[in-house]
């Protein structure tokens, strides 16, 4: 689905250079839920703002579903991020005058999409994610796993090939951090979600089924957690964010 080949990044200009990414490439599979770990600085965010179109390469190409970002005019970007990725915020980013239903279907609306068709989408998918009997409430009438719940759904409704989550539980606390967590693991595993989070969490890291880490712009290593449960996993997490070393606090 998604291929990044021996992409790099540069910020500032010839007399000051900074090299965000230095020659990153890995590819992610249909279906696969990965998570890019890294101290600050290491180029994670860099990565996936280029991955979402938000930033370009200096070099190197990024391919989505066969089609390259690299190459796409200005005019397109923003079409093409309602269509092929859906975004994950920790805040959710819902807004407060639109109901759930119509908060959900926002990007299908932009896109001028039939209104039963539209409709339709929303309710399969707000079902799916437990919420289908919420449609018609506002976002200040629900609680806020029913607002995470609605902010995947609106992720995922016009059928985006990736999800991009940046820090998705840097803000919240311990309970609403595993509810997120538990619901991206469903979007996953139940509905075919796949999905790419950048974090510095190794809690968070844990519930993927690969991680891949960063340092100085360039791939460190890479973990699979094939059949270990996600204890094992966590623990073998904290033991590579050891060998990166640095500030360890930055990435634990």
């Known amino acids: 689905m998604l291929q990044v080949r021996n992409i790099e990044k540069y910020y500032g200009n010839k007399n000051n250079v900074t090299k965000a990414l230095d020659r990153v490439s890995f590819e992610v599979a249909d279906g696969e839920f ?7 600085g290491s180029g994670k965010t860099t990565l996936l703002n280029c991955i979402s179109t938000i930033d370009t390469v200096s070099a190197g190409d990024i391919l989505l579903d066969g089609e390259s970002i690299a190459e796409l005019p200005a005019s397109e970007l923003a079409k093409f991020r309602r269509e092929k990725l859906g975004f994950v915020f920790q805040d959710f980013n819902l807004l407060d005058t639109l109901t759930l239903e119509e908060n959900i279907g ?4 932009l896109n001028h999409s039939d209104p039963k068709g539209v409709q339709k989408q929303v309710k399969k998918v707000a079902a799916q994610l437990g ?50 967590l538990e619901i991206m693991t469903q979007m996953n595993q139940n509905m075919g979600a796949t999905i790419l989070m950048v974090t510095h969490d190794a809690y968070s890291a844990s519930y993927a089924k690969r991680v891949l880490f960063l340092k100085d712009g360039r791939l460190f290593n890479e973990l699979l957690r094939g059949e270990r449960s996600r204890s094992v996993f966590y623990h073998e997490i904290l033991d590579v964010l050891a060998l990166l070393g640095g500030d360890i606090s930055d990435v634990i």
């Open 131 to 180: 919420i289908g009997d919420l449609l018609g409430k506002f976002p200040y009438q629900v609680s806020g796993g029913q607002k995470q719940r609605a902010a995947c759904a609106r992720a995922m409704v016009a059928g985006q090939s990736l999800l991009l989550a940046d820090e998705p539980t840097g803000a919240l606390d311990s309970s609403a951090s595993k509810n997120l």
């Open 34 to 40: 990965i998570a890019i770990m890294g101290a600050s």
């Open 106 to 109: 926002l990007a299908l609306t």
